[in-house]
Structure formats: C-alpha cells, structure tokens
C-alpha cells in the first residue's frame, strides 16, 4: 500500500514506523510541518524532540512544505491524520478531496465546538470515507515493536479494512469496530480520568481510591457514549476499558502526567509546559463536561476535574466533593 501519515509527533512517527516494517512492503511517507523538524529527522533518522533514542525504519521518506502537494503524484491507499485534534478540522480541510481511506489518531472532542472527530469530519468534508484508529497505545512502545492491539472504528467497511491490511501484523493487531461513537468517547474521556487517577495516585490516595476512580470513571464514560448513541460492550473492549486502564495506570501517559505534577502543587501551565507534548484531557474535559451537560448525563469526576483546571477547586476539596455525594446504585 501507498500511505501518508500527516503530523510527525509522538504517535505519527511510531504509527510510520509501524506501517515501514510491516510485512505488506508498504510505500510510507511522513509529512512534518516544520521543515527543520523535517530535515533533522532525515539527517539524523531519528526523531529527537519527540520520540527519541528510536532509529527510523530506512525506507520512511519524511517529508515537509504544504500539505496540499501530497494530494498529486503517486495516488495513495491510506491517509493518516496524526496531528493533536486541534489540527484534525484543518487537515480534514486540505485533504476533503482524496479519494482513498482516511484514519485520524487524536482523541478528543473539538475545543470549542465539543464535537467529535468524526462529526468534524462530517462538517469539514463530508465526501471523505474516513475513520478512527484508536486503543490503548503508547507510542513509544509501538516504535519498539511491544505487543499492542487497537481498534479501527469506521461505519465504512472499506475505512476499516484498509487501517487492518496497513498496520496489523506481528507486533501490532488492529481489530475492526462499526461504533465509531462509542471509540472516539472511549478515546476522549479516558483522557480525562487519566489526569484523575495521576491526582489520586499523586496524592496517595491509595489502591483502593485508584480502583473506584477507574471502574466509576468507566461507568460516566459508558453513560455519556449511550447518550450519544454508542453500544455498551463498546467500553469494555480495547479503546474504553483497555486504554483507560493503560493511560489511568501507566506512567508514559502525558495525561496521567498533568495529573500527578497537579498534585505535586505546580500550576496547569507549568504542568502543561513541562510535557512538550500535548496531553489532550487538558483540552477535551470543559468539552465533554459541556456535551454531558447538554444531555443530561452525569459525570462527576470529568466536572470534578473541570473545576480543578480551572482552578475553581483544590486537589483535596475535589476528593471531598466526589467521596461527599449521596448514595446511589450501581449500574450506568
Ligand atoms: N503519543 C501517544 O502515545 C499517543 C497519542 N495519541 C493521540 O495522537 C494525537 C497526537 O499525539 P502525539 O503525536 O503524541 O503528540 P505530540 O505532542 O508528540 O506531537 C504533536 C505533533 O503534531 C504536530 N501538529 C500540531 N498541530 C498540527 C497541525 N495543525 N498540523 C500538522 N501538525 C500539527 C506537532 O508539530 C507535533 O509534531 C493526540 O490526539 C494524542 O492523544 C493516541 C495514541 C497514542
Ligand atoms: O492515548 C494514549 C495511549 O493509548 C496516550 O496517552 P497520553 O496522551 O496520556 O500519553
């Protein structure tokens, strides 16, 4: 297959580099906005600022200058939108005309607009056959070929074909799912309580308190996607239980990060600063708090993690306001 992953961070690079070595002999080109960002990358064959110590695969091209040049030349199988979702509306933009599959990497709801990727994309270009790929995926490890699964969501069975033959093989499968809904909410909210559960962890709230923060962040996950239209075995496959359980506990998450420099007393700037990259709850939890609002769905950690970004709230109050509520059962 020819395939273009557009945005050269973290998760573009290693997403790349998976699909060079994949047995299928795939033609892969990267394109980077920052041309020195680009250059470097080519001189070097690694990418230092954001996935370093990894050598890239000899046969990745890393490209750079408008995006719109991609679209002549060699027709491509698959494009690849790897950019944060703050980038997802503009791209989409660019690309509206391509006529092969397209598959976005971000998660998140649209800052803003509160929509979700692929509602994005049914504004910005609607003539696109397009999906999510997603699931409980650390770039860094996919760049070293770990064992990792994902989930490619689409309503088109093309969409979903086209990320399975790109990127499963032997360290990486990719499993097909027709609820785009229920993964893109999966991937989005379990941002959110990953910058929880490193609060929990960072306060020493202990075990106990990390468990009921995931299971019940699993639940008001699971309540808003029924409410936008998901399936419910949805958030217990890869990109709802597996990848909050992989961002919440796992200490390469940038979100899981944010959460835990909070607790150590630093300001969300200087959180947010000392990443260098981006940690998407930060962004999506007004955004998904608002949606769950609109529609009536309770979610008391993301509100409860609203209020400590916006600094309306302290780590130990938020504590006090979730353990302080009145009793209730159990179910979704
Ligand atoms: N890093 C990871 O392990 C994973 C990340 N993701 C998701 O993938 C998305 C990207 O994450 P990372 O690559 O990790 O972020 P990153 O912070 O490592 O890199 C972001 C990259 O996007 C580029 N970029 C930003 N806006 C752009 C635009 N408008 N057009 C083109 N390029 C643009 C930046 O220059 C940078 O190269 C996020 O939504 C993230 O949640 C998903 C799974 C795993
Ligand atoms: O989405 C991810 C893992 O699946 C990466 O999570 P972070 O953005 O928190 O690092």
Not at 45 to 62: D, T
Not at 264 to 272: I, P
């Amino acid at each position: 297959m020819h395939i273009t992953v557009i945005g050269a961070g973290a998760w573009g690079t290693a997403m790349a580099m998976a699909a060079c070595r994949h047995p299928g002999q795939h033609v892969v080109r990267l394109h980077a906005r920052d041309a020195s960002q680009a250059a470097a990358m080519q001189a070097q064959r690694q990418n230092l600022r954001y996935l370093p110590g990894v050598e890239l695969p000899e046969n990745l091209s890393v490209l750079t200058g408008p995006v719109e040049a991609l679209l002549s030349g060699q027709p491509q199988e698959l494009w690849v939108l790897a950019t944060p979702m703050s980038g997802l509306r503009s791209n989409l933009q660019r690309l509206q005309q391509v006529q092969a599959p397209l598959a976005w990497l971000c998660k998140g709801f649209e800052a803003g607009t509160g929509l979700m990727p692929h509602e994005v994309q049914a504004q910005t270009a609607p003539g696109l056959q397009a999906g999510a790929l997603s699931g409980p995926s650390f770039a860094l490890e996919v760049a070293r070929q770990q064992p990792t699964a994902l989930v490619a969501a689409s309503a088109h069975a093309a969409v979903r074909n086209a990320m399975v033959q790109a990127f499963h093989g032997p360290a990486l499968r990719v499993y097909a799912n027709e609820d785009i809904v229920g993964v893109e909410v999966g991937g989005a909210v379990k941002n959110v309580l990953a910058i929880a559960t490193g609060l929990c962890d960072g306060l020493n709230l202990g075990l106990n308190a990390r468990a009921a923060l995931i299971t019940r962040g699993l639940t008001e996950m699971t309540r808003l996607g029924l409410a936008l239209g998901a399936k419910a075995e949805t958030f217990m496959g890869l990109s709802g239980l597996g990848d909050l359980v992989l961002t919440a506990t796992g200490d390469l998450s940038r979100n899981r990060k944010v959460g835990l420099l909070l607790a150590q007393g630093l300001s969300l700037a200087q959180a947010v600063d000392s990443l260098g990259h981006v940690a998407e709850g930060v962004y999506s939890a007004r955004t998904v708090w608002q949606r769950a609002q609109s529609l009536g769905v309770d979610m008391p950690i993301t509100e409860a993690v609203v209020a400590l970004l916006d600094g309306r709230l302290q780590a130990r109050e938020a504590v006090q306001v979730l353990m302080g509520r009145g009793p209730r059962g159990e179910s979704v």
